[in-house]
C-alpha cells in the first residue's frame, strides 16, 4: 500500500515539514510506502540529498501576494495540474493533502486513483489569507468549503478549526503536533542555569524558537522595564538580523544587562536553555488564525516541564487553564505582561505548573498518542480493491 504526501513546500529544506514527516513515519512503521509530491515556489529548487523518504519535486513559481490575482490565478492553475499529475502518476493507494494550497491538486489525483484522501489543515487558512488580501481570502473560504466536501477525512490541530469543518459535516479528527518523548531530553536544571550565567534569585523569562513580527518579543523587552532587577529574559533563535534588533531595543530599553540573546540551535541542542527557563512565553499578536491557533512551541515548553505564559485566545487559554500549567495574559502590552510575570515570580508556582504541563504531555499529547489516532483515522477509510485503485 502507497501513500503519497501532497506538500506546499519542500519537505526538508528550508526547514523540515515537521507534522508532514511523522505522519509519513507513522505510516511507514505501519508498514506503508510513503512518497512525497511537493511544490517548490522559489525560483530556485532546494538542494537534494539523501533522505528517508522518495520526494518528487514539481518546480512551479507563482507570484507573490499584490503582484495580480489574474497572474496568481494561472499559475495556481498551472502547479494545481502538474502537482496533480505527479501525485497519480505515484499510484497511490492513499492520499494526504497537507494544507489548503495543494488541496485542489488532492482532489483531482482522488478523482483520477479513486482513491482515499486526507486532508491536514494547519491553519485556518481563509484567515490566514486575510492578513494580506481580503479578496483571496473570500476565494480561499469558498473553495476549501466547496474541496473539503470531497474529502474522505480531515485532521486539524486544534478544536476551533475542527469545528468549522465539522459544520460542513465533514469527519473530522483533531492532531495534535506535538513532539513525541524521543527528542524531549530534560536537562539538568541547576547546571544549565549556572552555565548561562543565573543566579539562585533570578526569575527567568525565556523564548525558544522563530524570531520575527508578532511574536510579542518587543513587548516582551518593554515589560522588562517594568519589572524587577531579578527578572532576566533568555531568548534563543533566528534569523540572526531579529536578533540583532533585539539586541538593540534591549538597549534602548535599558535592559541589556537582563537580556541573553542566543543564535538559532537544533532543538536538540536546547535542553539546557529550557532547563533555566521558569517559564516560557507564547506572544502572538491578536488575528483571527492567532486565536484559533494552538503552536508547537506551547508543547515543547510542557515536554520540557516550563511553565507558559500566552494570551487568552480561545484554544491557548482554555487549554493552559485546563491543564493549570502557565498563566494567561489579557492583552499582549507591556502593562498586562509586566503584571502577569510580576504574579508568576511572587508565586512560587512555576516550578509546579511546569511540572503539570510535563504530566499532561505525556498523557495527552505526546507523538505516541497522536500516531495511534492517525492509525484509527486511516483503518477506518475505505480502500478500493487494487485492481479498481489504478
Known amino acids: 500500500m502507497r501513500a503519497v504526501f501532497l506538500l506546499q513546500t519542500d519537505p526538508f529544506h528550508p526547514k523540515p515539514a515537521l507534522r508532514a514527516l511523522r505522519e509519513a513515519e507513522t505510516l511507514r512503521d505501519w508498514g506503508w510506502d510513503v512518497s512525497f509530491v511537493a511544490w517548490i515556489k522559489s525560483e530556485a529548487p532546494p538542494p537534494q540529498g539523501p533522505s528517508a523518504f522518495r520526494v518528487r519535486r514539481v518546480h512551479a513559481p507563482v507570484p507573490l501576494l499584490g503582484e495580480g490575482l ?10 494545481t495540474r502538474d502537482l496533480a499529475t505527479a501525485a497519480t502518476d505515484e499510484a497511490p493507494d492513499l492520499l494526504v493533502a497537507h494544507d489548503f494550497e ?3 491538486a488532492a482532489v483531482a489525483a482522488k478523482r483520477a486513483a479513486r482513491v482515499p484522501l486526507v486532508y491536514d489543515s494547519h491553519e485556518d487558512w481563509p484567515a490566514l489569507i486575510a492578513e494580506n488580501s481580503a479578496r483571496e481570502a473570500r476565494i480561499a473560504g469558498w473553495q476549501e468549503r466547496r474541496l473539503a466536501k470531497r474529502v474522505d477525512h480531515v485532521i486539524t490541530v486544534s478544536e476551533p478549526i475542527g469545528a468549522k469543518f465539522r459544520g460542513w459535516k465533514c469527519e473530522t479528527t483533531v492532531l495534535y503536533s506535538a513532539r513525541p518523548t524521543s527528542e524531549i531530553h530534560l536537562a539538568d536544571r541547576e547546571g544549565s542555569r549556572k ?3 543565573y543566579e539562585d534569585g533570578d526569575f527567568v523569562v525565556g523564548f525558544a524558537g522563530a524570531l520575527g513580527p508578532g511574536r510579542g518579543l518587543e ?3 518593554e515589560a522588562l522595564a517594568r519589572l524587577p532587577d531579578s527578572v532576566k529574559v533568555l531568548v534563543v533563535g533566528g534569523p540572526a538580523e531579529e536578533l540583532e534588533g533585539l539586541r538593540a531595543l534591549a ?5 541589556a544587562g537582563r537580556v541573553r540573546l542566543d543564535p538559532y540551535r537544533p532543538f536538540a541542542e536546547l535542553a539546557p536553555h529550557y532547563a533555566a527557563m521558569d517559564v516560557g512565553v507564547i506572544l502572538l499578536d491578536d488575528r483571527p488564525n492567532h486565536r484559533r491557533a494552538l503552536p508547537n512551541k506551547l508543547f515543547d515548553y510542557m515536554g520540557h516541564r516550563v511553565a507558559s505564559v500566552v494570551p487568552d485566545y480561545p484554544v491557548l487559554g482554555s487549554l493552559v487553564r485546563e491543564h493549570q500549567c502557565g498563566w494567561t495574559v489579557d492583552r499582549v502590552d507591556a502593562d498586562s505582561l509586566a503584571q502577569v510575570l510580576r504574579r508568576a515570580q511572587s508565586s512560587g508556582e512555576a516550578s509546579r505548573r511546569g511540572e503539570r504541563g510535563r504530566t499532561a504531555y505525556l498523557e495527552h499529547f505526546a507523538w505516541e498518542l497522536q500516531e495511534a489516532t492517525l492509525r484509527d483515522v486511516v483503518a477506518k477509510l475505505k480502500f478500493p480493491a487494487p485492481s479498481a485503485a489504478r
Not at 489574474?70 to 502547479?79: D, H, N, V, Y
Not at 538597549?251 to 535592559?255: F, M, S
Open 251 to 255: 538597549a534602548n530599553r535599558g535592559v
Open 219 to 221: 513587548v516582551l523587552l
Open 70 to 79: 489574474l497572474r496568481r490565478g494561472l499559475a495556481f492553475l498551472r502547479a
Open 195 to 197: 552555565a548561562l550565567g
Open 102 to 104: 495543494v488541496l485542489r
